[in-house]
């Protein structure tokens, strides 16, 4: 089940470039981390107070996942990501009711514990998701 929208994920090609835009909002870095599987970097930004977060991507090596978006693209909007309290079957029930799978099974995300996989919504919104799993929060 869908709990809350937890973080939009915005690809760049370097994040230090892209920081400071964020920063002119007030936002603040949380949290970095390289996430191999993906072949990106990533930070997460928050409005003080709110456990919602922009995530910036940007590649690390020439196989990273976020490539051809910004080959096709450009910089911009990546993804919406949703926190689910059951990775496993919220990604059967995503792809019985006809999304694309990215990811058959579920990997490890950019924050500690978290897991995460993607899918894609359709042609009709090109929305790219991705349900992320935090596992038993304390």
Known sequence: MILRIDHVGVVTSDIGAAAPALALLDLKCTYEDDVDVYGVATSFWQCPGDTTSIELVAPVREDAAVHGHLKRLGPGLNHVAFEVDDIDADLRALQDR???????EPRRGGRPGLRVAFAHLGPATGLLVELVDYGKRA
């Open 98 to 104: 006809g999304a694309i799978l990215v990811d058959e």
